[in-house]
Antibody, heavy 116, light 112 residues
């Protein structure tokens, strides 16, 4: 059974940093392309970032809204994917989901609130 | 970015009634591979989204056959032949043909 479990969500002040972790199981993680997607309080879904597999040189891609501030990474030995979020803004407030594929399987999500 | 427009915003139906949701894209979703990467997901209340349909009309194995998808280029439709209680929630279309992936704003299916 595919499982994706996100952790690391929190309330943070604007300008601060936060790192999300997604621990996975139930599939061959090293071959998987992983994504982060966020859902705003208004329920709009937005793709955030993607990381490909080692065979694709771990290529990464970002939405323009987070480029230069967020970094996606992975640790195949731990079957985990990460999202380092720097210079956070209030508009980054959302539920952050880790997904396998594009969007074949989703974690339960983790809440990130950016507010002073 | 490709804009995905869903209608209606909400749908109130009784169990057993058919449902139809429209999704329109601001650009053709027919890719250079000849495939059209228009997909549907369902987010039930209090849950994370789950996959339903990929490449316009292909159902994932776990999806009941009362669901169907159709369309081409820029206009797509999700249909439910007879709504059941477990179908309630928000339906989103999303496109994977053009970078970046983009989602519609969702259509909420409620019980009448």
């Amino acid at each position: 059974e595919v499982q994706l479990v996100e952790t690391g969500g929190s309330l943070v002040q604007p300008g601060k940093s936060l790192k999300l972790t997604c621990a996975t199981s139930g599939f061959t993680f090293s071959n998987a392309w992983m994504h982060w997607v966020r859902q705003s309080p208004e329920k709009q879904l937005e793709w955030v970032a993607q990381i490909k597999a080692k065979s694709n040189n771990y290529a990464t891609y970002y939405a323009e809204s987070v480029k230069g501030r967020f970094t996606i990474s992975r640790d195949d030995s731990k079957s985990s994917v990460y999202l380092q979020m720097n210079s956070l803004k209030e508009e980054d407030t959302a539920i952050y989901y880790c997904t396998l594929g594009p969007f074949d399987y989703w974690g339960q999500g983790v809440m990130v609130t950016v507010s002073s | 970015d490709v804009v995905m427009t869903q209608t209606p915003v909400s749908l109130s139906l009784a169990i057993g009634q058919p449902a139809s949701i429209s999704c329109k894209s601001s650009q053709s979703l027919l890719g250079t591979s000849g495939k059209t990467f228009l997909n549907w997901i369902l987010q039930r209340p209090g849950q994370s989204p789950k996959r339903l349909i990929y490449q316009v009309s292909k159902l994932y194995s776990e999806v009941p056959d009362r669901f169907s998808g159709s369309g081409s280029e820029t206009e797509f439709t999700l249909k439910i032949s007879r709504v059941e209680a477990e179908d309630l929630g928000v339906y989103y279309c999303w496109q994977g043909t053009h970078f970046p992936y983009t989602f519609g704003a969702g259509t909420k299916l409620e019980l009448k």
